[in-house]
Structure formats: structure tokens, C-alpha cells
């Protein structure tokens, strides 16, 4: 009987780590897409700038 609840036991903390565990790696895939964006949207707006610059000076 003993055998088994300390088995029990390991067994609830290692779903409690994996749950954990899970937890953090959404946050950080989260994070992650987000730098993600972040750094798409400056790419575009760098190329925006670069073509409305290059437009301003086909004009000329």
C-alpha cells in the first residue's frame, strides 16, 4: 500500500512538472511570435520607406 501511494505521489508531481512545463512553453512560443511580428512589421515598413524613396526619386 505504501509502494503505491509513494508511487501516486511521483506520479502527481511529475503531471504537475509537465503542466508546468507546458505552461512555459506556450509563454515562450508566444513571446517568440510576437518578436516575430515585431520584426516582420519593421521589415515592412523599412521596405515601404525604401520604395516610396525610390519613387521620390524616379520622379525627379
Known sequence: E???RQKTL???KFDQLYS???QKKREMTQKV???QEEKVDYIRSLTR????HLEES???
Open 2 to 4: 505504501n509502494g503505491r
Open 10 to 12: 511521483v506520479c502527481e
Open 20 to 22: 508546468l512545463l507546458e
Open 33 to 35: 511570435t510576437a518578436e
Open 49 to 52: 520607406k525604401y520604395v516610396d
Open 58 to 60: 524616379c520622379k525627379m
